[in-house]
């Protein structure tokens, strides 16, 4: 029987032919490098693939993922993907998407010892103590997580607004805006929250970075 590990290598080998198959040169074209207009903010979560659920091929979103979809000052291995994504590959888009039924999202609604990802959910806590009146308004247990999602999701288009790295973008009159998309694993729909951000007068003032 083979195991989980062998599998991978047999789907791979199906998905090259099907895609061999509609498209011949498909491989040799993406071989040439890359230019995707759009950087892809996301949660490591198995279930929210960014190209699957967006029904975009190979080589049109630049991803990066981790627990929660975050956007943490400190994260250097997101602050490079950012930089390269700006001023490398030039996108024009950039998306932080979250999901509802977000594991991160639900264990930072909980107390319990969770060893080391505890440092990492305590930037969601800090999320639901900046809304607390209106999180904890909501009765109902499942849409008081939903809505922490979503609020999780514009806080971190907003700390994205704040970078160095976005705000030169804009200052530089480059073509950039900062979007906000929440998943519902139940139905496959992405749905906008009307959280975008075109450039840097949308901000308040103590944020801006300025001109050299």
């Known amino acids: 029987m083979k195991s989980t590990y062998e599998k991978l290598f047999e789907g791979n080998r199906k998905w090259v032919n099907d895609t061999l198959e509609k498209d011949p040169d498909f491989f040799e074209k993406l071989s040439r490098g890359q230019k995707p207009p759009v950087l892809w903010i996301g ?3 198995s279930r929210v693939p960014a190209n699957e659920i967006t029904g975009t091929l190979p080589g049109e979103i630049f991803v990066h993922r981790n627990i929660a979809n975050m956007v943490i000052h400190t994260d250097m291995s997101m602050l490079s ?17 979250g999901h509802y039924g977000c594991g991160g999202v639900l264990a930072a609604m909980e107390n319990k010892p969770l060893g080391i990802v505890e440092n990492w959910l305590r930037h969601i806590k800090d999320v639901y ?15 008081r997580a939903n809505r922490l999602v979503e609020l999780n999701v514009i806080e971190q288009v907003f700390d994205l607004t704040k970078t160095s790295i976005v705000q030169n973008a804009w200052l530089n ?3 950039l805006a900062v979007h906000g998309l929440v998943y519902d694993v139940k139905n496959g729909i992405l749905n906008d929250l009307d959280a975008t951000v075109n450039d840097s007068s949308e ?5 801006l970075v300025e001109k050299k």
Do not use: F, G
Request: proline fraction near 2%; hydrophobic fraction near 35%; include cysteine.
């Open 173 to 175: 009159k480059k073509k």
């Open 129 to 143: 103590r900046l809304h607390q009146r209106e999180l904890d308004a909501i009765k109902s247990e499942e849409l």
């Open 81 to 97: 993907v950012l930089d390269y994504s700006v001023n490398i590959l030039e996108v024009t888009d950039i998306i932080v998407c």
């Open 43 to 45: 949660c490591s979560d």
């Open 203 to 207: 901000l308040p003032k103590y944020y």
